[in-house]
């Protein structure tokens, strides 16, 4: 599983230049690596236990006389497979082989694709060490090498300025939240000692000197780490930023990948979390909260359907994170696996539906829902796929929500409002692209909006699939059972019926604005898509008056002081040096003579009985 990945990326840096032998060959190392991680799931089927290998990769003598884990510095390469990790890597796995299906088509007019090929290959790389490390500096690692690759996929198109300048934000949002999982893992060991999490968590309480704020602490720091890379909500602009100036395949990967690989990164770090205390754990469930339902408003003003889609989908990952932290806030809850299953089973319709849209606007020829129009008629493929997303992002949070939320509580209030906003914000999509006027013509003449390629259609519907069949795998216990190896009781069916109503009556309300008056709801979209930039503004308005423009003119203040009093110092010495120049020529047997007197006078007046 390692190492098929890692040959196809050393293969294509190294002797491929072709489009399909590159191609081919990052679809050699997914679909090896696919089969290694069946191979792997067949073994671990029957066990409870996972499978784990360890290896030394870096000792040092630290040359202390402190405590003793701290006497040496090690770092081991740990892999651990589970059901989980197999299952995870393979929809992961699933994703990468439906891209690159469609890319392979769709996308053969991309430049330089060796070397986008080989950096998909160096993130499923990245991806799989990740989830396979419980020692943290080989997670970091791992981590950052997949981050690494994702800024270069989404900064792909090299020649083009507007690329450029979106993916500085693809460059830093992620590396500044990557910090803080390094901060975080740093904190633990400075006073653990330890990176393995199997010796990690039973240490937490046990080791003289811990406090509950260092792991506090220490669990806001992993949080906002790995928070960062799932591009929840405020953290999502390195997604959306680049959605439109991104290659369609590098968008669509990173959609799908990273919420897998962040979700199932924090259900391996919540035994951390549960050690700090409970105001952490329910202030972390209201932030996922949070991020959900604005997630979801967002999506619903955003007047790009590649960015809409994407918000949705941050809202999707967050209120399932949410339901996993929920799921250890105490000892007898046993759903915390539901949320990871149900942003696995969102996962293969994001990747679709960033393929659909990327279709429709390329067609179109502009990124206004506004302008877009009559695709169902035009380019039916593509639509299909974004009414199939649309109803796997609704229907797959059936399952989580019935097992792990009571819809009488505040939190099953907020997780149902977003879930709601959700399945609006995707369906508004597949409504606006679809239906009503095509007001964009393409030179003059709309027969010429056509469906991508025939042979690059049919990977969204794979996806689709996909992802429908894991949402219906997450309503059965026994999947979840799998999953974790936990017992877990099945909801009643008026609990799935309500749960599936919401999201039903969040698909069926999209139809009312678009339906009735597409172009009023749109321009109300547009005006309600103002006012995010102008708190934005306003509050940069009053950070720069406030905060950055005392700061510069204090620099600058600075900077002219700083000259201004060197030039003070050297023209006083050069002063006293012409001074003391000319008094030496003066004269110099009076000056003697006169500072001998002196000198006479003082020692008669302090001589005894002179003052006396």
């Known amino acids: 599983m390692v190492m098929a990945p890692l040959a196809a990326f050393v293969i294509a840096i190294s002797s491929v230049r072709t489009r399909r032998g590159s191609v081919n060959t990052a679809m050699l190392g997914a679909l090896v690596t696919l089969a290694a991680t069946l191979l792997v799931g067949w073994g671990l089927a029957k066990r409870t236990t996972g499978f784990s290998a360890s290896y030394v990769y870096l000792t040092a ?58 950096l998909i290959s160096a993130l499923l790389f990245g991806c799989v060490g990740a989830l396979l490390s419980t020692d943290l500096a080989e997670l970091f690692m791992f981590w950052a090498l997949a981050g690494g690759a994702t800024y270069l996929m989404l900064a792909h198109r090299w020649g083009d300025e507007a690329a450029a300048r979106s993916g500085r934000i693809a460059l830093a949002l992620p590396f500044l939240t990557d910090l803080f999982l390094l901060c975080g893992i740093a904190v633990l060991y400075s006073r653990y000692g330890q990176q393995n999490l199997s010796l990690l968590v039973p240490a937490l309480h046990t080791t003289a000197g811990w406090t509950v704020r260092q792991i506090v602490v220490a669990s806001v720091l992993l949080f ?48 951390i979390f549960v050690s700090s205390n409970a105001d952490t754990m329910r202030w972390l469930v209201i932030a996922c909260g949070i991020s959900g339902v604005l997630a979801g408003l967002y999506s619903l003003v955003s007047m790009e359907p590649r960015k809409a889609l994407i918000l949705a989908g941050a809202g999707v990952t967050a209120v399932g994170t949410a339901i996993t932290i929920h799921g250890f806030q105490y000892r007898g809850f046993t759903f915390a696996v539901a949320g990871l299953a149900w942003v696995y089973a969102a996962a293969p319709a994001r990747a679709a539906g960033a393929l659909a849209a990327s279709n429709i606007v390329n067609a179109m020829r502009t990124e206004e829902m506004r302008e877009m129009g009559d695709a169902w008629m035009r380019m039916r493929s593509s639509a299909a796929v974004l009414l199939g997303v649309a109803i796997a992002l609704a229907v797959s949070a059936v399952g989580a929500l019935a097992i792990g939320v009571d819809s009488r509580s505040r939190f099953g209030i907020t997780l149902g409002e977003a879930v709601f906003v959700i399945a609006l914000a995707a369906m508004r999509v597949f409504l606006v692209t679809s239906s009503g006027p ?13 469906d991508a390629p025939r042979q690059s259609l049919g990977w969204p519907y794979w996806l689709v699939l996909g992802s429908l069949v894991l949402s219906a795998a997450s309503l059965v216990p026994a999947w979840l059972t799998f999953l974790d190896n936990g017992k877990h009781a099945t909801a009643t069916a008026a609990t799935y019926a309500l749960w599936l109503a919401i999201a039903v009556v969040g698909l069926a309300a999209a139809a009312l604005p678009v339906g009735r008056y597409k172009d009023g709801s749109l321009r109300a979209s547009s005006w309600l898509a103002l006012l995010p930039d102008r708190l934005e503004s306003a509050g940069q308005n009053v950070l720069g008056r406030y905060v950055v423009n005392p700061a510069v003119r204090i620099v600058e203040g600075t900077e002219r002081l700083v000259p201004a009093a060197d030039t003070a110092v050297g023209r006083i010495s050069h002063l006293s040096g012409r001074y003391t120049v000319a008094a030496l020529h003066a004269g110099d047997v009076g000056v003697l003579v006169v500072m001998a007197v002196l000198l006479s006078l003082l020692v008669a007046l302090l001589s005894p009985g002179v003052l006396r």
């Open 224 to 271: 906002v780490g790995v928070a960062g890379r799932m591009a929840l909500w405020p953290v999502h602009s390195w997604l959306t930023g680049t959605a439109t100036t991104a290659p369609p395949a590098a968008s669509a990967i990173a959609a799908a990948v990273w919420p897998v690989v962040g979700v199932t990164v924090m259900y391996r770090l919540l035994p």
């Open 438 to 450: 095509l007001r964009r013509r393409r030179a003059f003449d709309p027969d010429r909006v056509r």
């Open 61 to 118: 003598n630290v040359g202390l006389s402190g405590p003793t884990v701290f006497q040496n510095f090690e770092i081991d390469i740990v892999l651990h497979a589970d059901h989980l990790t197999v299952v995870a890597l393979a929809v992961i796995e699933l994703c990468v082989i439906g891209v690159l299906g469609w890319h392979r088509i769709a996308g053969r007019n991309e430049p330089g694709p060796a070397r986008f090929q080989a």
